[in-house]
């Protein structure tokens, strides 16, 4: 019963994987617990900024990923009636990463890899369907509680990963408060198979896009565009009605055929955080201790920073040093998810719903200026690609 001398990790997403997959690179088992019985198949993430890719690298997966995806080397401001844009090109931070672009692809795509490389190596055992209840744990192990196929299991570690998204169960366990706030409208995201790029030539892989009554953002994929909309001004929430989701993609380009859509969602929008990503010899990670807007592409891949700094830390535990480290882990993080990750989405959002026109030039006016200037363009993509943020907390000791 107190065979343990291993990492329990709940949630199997990109989080909880990574983490089970860098502890398994140093020799670390884990027992991983989902309570989803498959890998799930929605909209989530699909950005995948510079030094999230040379984390992949590192654990042997970018290669697949990418294949997967479309490398897009420029993201750009642009209002779609006039083609007024802003482009940055990140090739021009190419001396501080081995890939200077972003990858949009899918999350979906990401975990089957995923789930294979924790499978090939022998150290992470997995189980899928292991819905967890609650969580204990005393001065020398944690235990997660779970039913599995109707019957209840308890898995025990020497400690315990939360990466259980932003309705974490080990968060609630600990009684954790999530502060923040929810944001008061809802985003609403649509795919479809129409090749915008075909139609729009200024269009790249990344926009982020303003039109006379929408703004929001189209991502191009390997065989589809993911369009997102905020709510236009004045208008509450709104049903996903076929004449709602018409109206928004002709906004973006007006044809006589209706739009075919593949997959279509609106979500709410939060903003909070966890006060200490640690509590005893339980640490979270990802949604579970952190949620912010998705304008930027900067959650996940958040996410996957806390998962390699967390599996480092908690790999140099297991090999004799001071789980004060899991404290550093808090230090290094929390901070960069506040300043950085946070306060972006946040800006971000605010910036793309402007509606005066005049504000929008004056935005455009500013962009203009940080791109024609190669040392402010450079400093801004350091920051928006995340490689700022992750040098901060490396600073901290």
Sequence with gaps: ????????????????????????????????????????????????????LDMLDEIGVADDYIKLGIIT???????????????????????HTRHPYRLQCEQYNLMPILFERARVCGLVDIHLGAEVTEITQDEDWVVAHATQDG???????R????????????????GLPFEGFTYDHSTTLITTPFRFENEIPELVGANYTWTPLDAGSMFR????????????????????????IESRMQGILTRPAPYSVREKRTYKI????????RQGRIVLAGDAAHVTPPTGGLGMNGGIHDAVNLADKLARIFKGESDGLLDLYTRQRRPVAVAEILAQS???????QLWDPEQRKEVMTHMRGIAADPERSKQMLLRTSMIEGLRQAAAVQ
């Design 151 to 157: 019957e209840p299991r308890a898995f025990g570690g």
């Design 73 to 95: 080397e420029c993201w750009q401001l642009i209002h779609l009636r006039t083609r007024e844009r802003v482009r940055f090109d990140l090739s021009a931070i190419k001396d």
């Design 159 to 174: 400690y315990l990963v939360g990466a259980d998204g932003a309705h974490s169960i080990v968060r609630r366990s600990l």
């Design 346 to 352: 946040h800006q971000n959002r605010i910036r793309m």
């Design 1 to 52: 019963m107190r065979d343990w001398n291993c990492v329990v990790i709940v949630g199997a997403g990109p989080v909880g994987l990574i983490s089970a997959v860098c502890l398994a690179q140093s020799g670390i088992p884990s027992i991983l617990l989902e309570a989803s019985p498959t890998t799930p198949r929605d909209l989530r993430a699909s950005t995948v900024h510079p030094p999230t």
């Design 221 to 244: 994929l390997r065989d589809e565009w993911r369009c997102t909309f905020y709510p236009r001004p004045g208008e509450a929430d709104v049903e996903l009605t076929d004449d709602v």
């Design 270 to 277: 939060h903003q909070r955080i966890v006060p200490d990503y």
